[in-house]
């Protein structure tokens, strides 16, 4: 049994993007649930294109309001843009304003999330409209990097 301040603490999702040397691209999406949800409440992070989504051009995992995420389908949206020649952080941002623009909860307050992209060139991005979002990354040839805060640069 789970006192009631763990079943308050943070579980936090997991995402992962990849492109292989065959230039293949795969995302993934865990999620630790939400508290307080009822049972058998299935959220995004399982749904293709709302909690991940690749195809040929590129990979995203999101996470944030699974509600929020699963009615405008944000990591298949946010593929959608960079497939069109946008650049991945630029559809990051642009669709999680999407998501806060058209999804309200009862009492009015924004759908807040994140989500990370890679694009089929190797280029990749995130947004995020929580206060923080954890992420990192690594390329051949390069250093791994990580970053926390909204102003950590990678």
């Given at each position: 049994?789970?006192?009631?301040?763990?079943?308050d603490?943070?579980?936090g999702?997991?995402?992962?993007v990849?492109l292989?040397?065959?230039?293949?691209?795969?995302?993934?999406?865990?999620?630790?649930?939400?508290?307080?949800?009822?049972?058998g409440?299935?959220?995004?992070?399982?749904?293709?294109?709302?909690?991940?989504?690749a195809?040929?051009?590129?990979?995203a995992?999101?996470?944030?309001?699974?509600?929020?995420?699963?009615?405008?389908?944000?990591?298949?949206?946010?593929c959608?843009?960079?497939?069109?020649?946008?650049?991945?952080?630029?559809?990051?941002?642009?669709?999680?304003?999407?998501?806060?623009?058209?999804?309200?909860?009862r009492?009015?307050?924004?759908?807040?999330?994140?989500?990370?992209?890679?694009?089929?060139?190797?280029?990749?991005?995130?947004?995020?409209?929580?206060?923080?979002m954890?992420?990192?990354g690594?390329?051949?040839g390069?250093?791994?990097?990580?970053?926390?805060?909204?102003?950590?640069?990678?």
């Amino acid at each position: 049994l789970q006192s009631e301040s763990e079943e308050d603490a943070p579980r936090g999702t997991v995402g992962c993007v990849a492109l292989d040397q065959a230039g293949r691209l795969a995302a993934a999406t865990s999620t630790g649930g939400s508290p307080r949800t009822r049972a058998g409440r299935i959220g995004d992070a399982p749904i293709v294109g709302a909690g991940f989504f690749a195809d040929g051009a590129a990979a995203a995992s999101s996470t944030g309001w699974g509600e929020s995420i699963l009615t405008v389908q944000l990591a298949a949206r946010t593929c959608a843009g960079v497939g069109a020649g946008f650049d991945p952080g630029a559809c990051a941002g642009r669709e999680l304003d999407v998501m806060n623009e058209r999804v309200r909860w009862r009492n009015e307050m924004a759908s807040t999330g994140g989500v990370i992209v890679l694009g089929a060139d190797g280029r990749g991005g995130w947004g995020f409209t929580t206060s923080r979002m954890a992420r990192g990354g690594w390329a051949q040839g390069h250093h791994p990097w990580s970053a926390v805060d909204p102003f950590s640069e990678a």
